[in-house]
């Protein structure tokens, strides 16, 4: 469920933040892949209420 994706990458990208820091590589990375995911569902939610 992407709900469940989401929250998982969240808390990967806190953990990476407090690791690496905000600007570090792999942090960003990590925050790309959770706004991949947002924008499926905020696509997926767009669909919906289009129909």
Do not use: F, P, W
């Amino acid at each position: 469920m992407i709900y469940i994706d989401i929250e998982v990458k969240r808390n990967e990208m806190h953990l990476m933040a407090g690791k690496y820091g905000m600007t570090s590589k792999k942090t960003v990375q990590c925050s790309q892949e959770l706004d991949v995911l947002l924008n499926c569902l905020e696509s997926h939610r767009y669909r919906k209420t289009d129909k």
